[in-house]
């Protein structure tokens, strides 16, 4: 059974940083390319950051592009996400997403963890 299950989550207030793992089981981790994405309060999804399956070409969206940065550890099967420098506009739900493959669409997701930037 593929299971994705996130943590690191919390409070943090304005310019701090957290940490987000996705543990990732079930599956060949390694040979799959990973997100992240979330959902705003009241919002839609928002992709935020992709990396393929060995580490190349991790891309951002403009909305975090600098401060965060993304990274996986194949032999622990784990994706990470380091936000630094948070904004109260970053707080939402985080999920980690799969991208299946050949069809370049995320097909499983973690239940995803909460981030809250406030002072």
């Known amino acids: 059974e593929v299971q994705l299950v996130e943590s690191g989550g919390g409070l943090v207030q304005p310019g701090g940083s957290l940490r987000l793992s996705c543990a990732a089981s079930?599956?060949?981790?390694?040979?799959?390319?990973m997100n992240w994405v979330r959902q705003a309060p009241g919002k839609g999804l928002e992709w935020v950051s992709f990396?393929?399956?060995?580490?190349?070409?991790?891309t951002y969206a403009d909305s975090v592009k600098g401060r965060f940065t993304i990274s996986r550890d194949n032999a622990k099967n784990t994706l990470y996400l380091q936000m630094n420098s948070l904004k109260p506009e970053d707080t939402a739900v985080y999920y980690c997403?799969?991208?299946?493959?050949?069809?370049?669409?995320?097909?499983?997701w973690g239940q995803g963890t909460q981030v809250t930037v406030s002072s």
């Open positions: 990396i393929l399956s060995g580490g190349e070409s991790p």
């Open positions: 079930g599956f060949t981790f390694s040979i799959y390319a």
């Open positions: 997403a799969r991208t299946g493959l050949g069809s370049g669409h995320y097909d499983y």
